[in-house]
């Protein structure tokens, strides 16, 4: 609803500002989406974007389907006129030249009479005000269509002629520098995942600690610490190949020599404690059980966040089959179907909890600092090496062999503890950063709104009637303004229905003479 308006301006039904006109009909075997000769390009709510017009991915119909009053002409207003999406329906996007094509049938064009400024009222569509009140007027059950009756029911704030031309001048040099604001802050989002990626290849590869190995020259290498976790396994009676798949060749490539001297590498399945190998968990939970047994699926650690509201339970029988399973406080669980590649450390709230088959289940023995395994799954490379072992069709996904295959730098303790405390003190400088970022991209984005709904309540460029006052001259009113567009309206409609008459006339003449 328009509040008070300044001195000046008036409220008009948008269908009284503009010509409506309906889309191209065709028949479904006449359109195709490469240009052919006869045929002209539509377009379609797709190539609404963003208030832009997008003149890619056309259909081409049958030229004699498009009547000349359909091309789309410089000023004309595109509209979606149905869809079953809310965000969809009356979205706008408004034609800045004249263009060969048309528009196809689920879009109208409003094509705003020549005494207005055709920008000023393609720049209103743009408005919240207009969003709320189209969704609500096109709202559908299972599909959201607008009529030209809903076109009356929404008020366009109408200032001034010489004001529109202001305020349309005005509101494209601020949206520009609003645009352009937008696009810098983005740039801080792809920086970020930059600096993130930066700092664990950093991590893997040595460079982050440089200074520590030179400040430590006794730190001894890790070669008994790769003895150690090798030692805990033959004690155990070994590694146990069971079921799974060998890994993917050339899937796993790290080599020392892309390691520090004092460096050594294992696998993962060294790694892990011998009691608990690397495993998955259930194939069917079931429905959801009340006061059952949690387990956690993909989807409930989203971008490496572990989401707690969303775990579900199943029966205490389903889940002691699959008793191996089980999780404690510190494993590390890795997404391996799906979404290959998420990864999250379990917390004490799902101790002894289970898995499904889509995760696998990391226990890092003590001597090796589990954060360190934690954070190298999630370095890029780490990443790129599980993307290359991915397999199948339906479902995509890394095999246990894959997982227990994938490949640890392993540096001494003391430098595993470093390496984890700089990780996490310049990840955590970034997750400040972004979320200064965040604070800042919100007002930024609310900023072009914020700036066309000071246009549209004549704040934004002195209004004409206080420059007529000023300046000591009379100036046209929009009251006016409206009642010559109904007068020259009414001599259109006039000249028309003379014309028919003529043509009807000498119809009638020539059949007599017949």
């Known amino acids: 609803m328009i509040g008070e308006l300044p001195s000046g301006w008036a409220s008009a039904p948008l269908d009284s500002l503009c010509e409506k006109l309906r889309g191209v009909s065709y028949k479904r075997e006449e359109a195709c989406l490469l240009q052919k000769s006869g045929c002209l390009p539509i377009l379609r709510a797709n190539n609404i974007d963003a208030d832009r017009l997008i003149f890619g991915d056309l259909v ?136 993130r990626q930066s700092v664990l290849a950093a991590a893997y590869s040595g460079r982050l600690t440089v200074d520590w190995r030179e400040q430590n020259p006794g730190a001894i290498d890790a070669s008994d610490l790769i003895a150690e976790l090798e030692l805990s396994h033959q004690s155990a009676g070994g590694h146990k190949r069971g079921n799974a798949a060998p890994p993917t060749d050339e899937a796993h490539d790290l080599s020392t020599d892309e390691l520090p001297s004092s460096w050594c590498m294992t696998d993962l399945r060294t790694a892990v ?69 998420r990864v999250v450390v379990v917390p004490p709230e799902l101790q002894n909890a289970n898995i499904t088959q889509d995760t696998a289940r990391v226990s890092i023995q003590p001597a090796l600092n589990s954060d360190f395994v934690m954070w190298y799954l999630r370095s890029t490379p780490t990443q790129k090496r599980m993307q290359r072992a991915v397999k199948g069709v339906a479902v995509r996904g890394i095999n246990i062999g894959d997982v227990r295959a994938l490949q640890v730098p392993v540096p001494p303790r003391g430098e595993q503890v470093e390496i984890v405390r700089r990780v996490e003190a310049l990840l955590g400088l970034a997750d400040r950063i972004e979320a200064r970022y965040m ?56 000249s028309s229905e003379n014309k028919n008459s003529r043509r009807v006339t000498r119809r009638r003449s020539s059949l007599r003479h017949a």
């Open 439 to 494: 604070a800042v991209k919100q007002q930024v984005d609310h900023l072009p709104q914020s700036i066309l709904a000071k246009a549209f309540r004549g704040e934004l460029v002195p209004t004409e009637a206080e420059l007529a006052e000023r300046e000591g001259r009379s100036y046209e009113s929009a009251d006016e303004l409206l009642k010559r567009i109904r007068l020259s309206k009414q001599t259109t409609t006039r």
């Open 60 to 195: 081409w119909v049958p030229s004699r389907c498009v009547g000349d009053h359909q091309k789309i002409r410089a000023g004309d207003i595109v509209v979606a006129m149905s869809s079953g999406s809310k965000s969809v329906v009356g979205k706008t996007a408004q034609a800045l030249a004249d263009w060969k094509g048309g528009f196809g049938a689920f879009c109208g064009v409003l094509r705003p009479y020549r005494q207005l400024n055709s920008r000023y009222l393609g720049l209103f569509l743009r408005t919240r005000e207009y969003r709320s009140q189209i969704s609500s007027l096109a709202a559908g059950s299972n599909i959201n269509n607008l009529r030209n009756e809903h076109f009356a029911a929404i008020d366009v704030p109408l200032a001034p002629l010489a004001e529109q031309v202001r305020i349309v001048s005005q509101l494209e040099t601020v949206l520009a520098k609003a645009d352009e604001c937008q696009h810098r802050i983005e740039r801080v989002a792809v920086f970020l995942k930059r600096l």
């Open 273 to 341: 404690c011998p009691d608990r190998p690397i495993t998955y968990g259930i194939l069917k939970p079931g429905p959801n059980t009340t006061n059952g047994i949690p387990y956690v699926r993909v989807a409930d650690f989203p971008n490496d966040q572990l989401n707690l509201e969303n775990i579900r339970r199943t029966t205490r029988d389903i889940e002691k089959t699959y008793a191996r399973a089980r999780l404690r406080t510190g494993d590390i669980l890795l997404s391996i179907r799906g979404t290959v590649g």
